[in-house]
Each structure stands twice: as C-alpha cells, then as structure tokens.
C-alpha cells in the first residue's frame, strides 16, 4: 500500500514552494489548491481505484503521478528537493506508456504556468483556449501517444 501521507507531503511541498508563478504564494490559493491533498483524501483516491503512481528514491516518495479517465494525466508533482533530476521526465513517460497500454490514442492534461513549458519540451501542444481556476492560469494540453505511421 502506498504511503499516504508522503503522498500528502510531496503533493503539498511541490505546489507550495514549485507554484509560486501560479498561486503568488498567496495563502489562500495555496490552501484552495491543497485542500484536497491530505492524507485521507488521497487514501480515498487509491481505495476508490483511481491510478496513482509514485517515483521512489532512497525509500522515499519523491514524485507522485495519476491518470483519470482513460485518457487523462490528473497530477504529476515532484518533491522540490529532487527537481531537475530526470524524475519528472521519466514519471511522465511511464505514465504516457501507461496510458498507450491501455489503448489511449490522445491524453490531456491541464498544465499550470510553472508546468506548461516542462510538458512542451516533451512533445505536448494547446489543446484549447486557456482556463481559469480561483483566478491561476490551467493550459489544457494534448499529446498524440502513437507516432506517425512511416510512409
């Protein structure tokens, strides 16, 4: 089972001090976007079946990734003491391949500012007119999971 609470902790670290260009370390923008990162919260996600997947260094959590839908990548956050490290990339790519396996032809996602040039740097393009959330920013994203057919 995994450790919700290190769940928790790598989901609030990153957003808190990773997101400062979306939520202006405003704290009650930062409470909004936490509020559903608690412990029991994401013990709920995982007992309701939902796809969450983490990246472990050392025995610690240091990434957390989920899927929703079939076709969409709901969180990827990475712990801000292992950031540019090649976590994130790789978390990403497992759960692209996730997706692929899984008969997704084309995933979404919802890419804050801080994020938004992270997932264009591996391949994803505007999937649509930018959206707004308790005044932060959301770029919805899409990427096609099946290369081209070679002619």
């Known amino acids: 089972m995994f450790d919700v609470f290190q769940i928790s902790q790598v989901l609030i670290r990153s957003i808190t001090h990773l997101c400062a ?3 202006h370390k405003d704290p009650e923008l930062v409470a909004l976007w936490t509020a559903n ?5 994401v013990r709920g996600w995982i007992q309701g079946g939902s796809d969450i997947w983490v990246a472990v260094l050392d025995g610690q959590i240091v990434a957390v990734g989920g899927l929703r839908h ?3 990548i709901s969180l990827l ?3 801000p003491g292992h950031v540019r490290r090649g976590i994130g990339r790789a978390l990403l790519a497992r759960l692209e391949q996730e997706l692929a396996d899984q008969g997704c032809a084309q995933a979404y996602l919802d890419a804050t ?3 938004r040039a992270f997932y264009l ?3 994803w393009v505007s999937a649509g007119d930018v959206e707004e959330w308790h005044g932060m920013t ?3 994203l899409r990427k096609s999971l099946h290369p081209a057919e070679k002619g």
């Not at 990162?37 to 919260?41: A, F, V, Y």
């Open 70 to 72: 079939g076709s969409m």
């Open 121 to 123: 740097r591996y391949g």
């Open 113 to 115: 500012h801080t994020a």
């Open 37 to 41: 990162k608690d412990p029991q919260t």
């Open 77 to 79: 956050y990475v712990d």
């Open 138 to 140: 959301q770029f919805p």
């Open 21 to 23: 260009a979306d939520h």
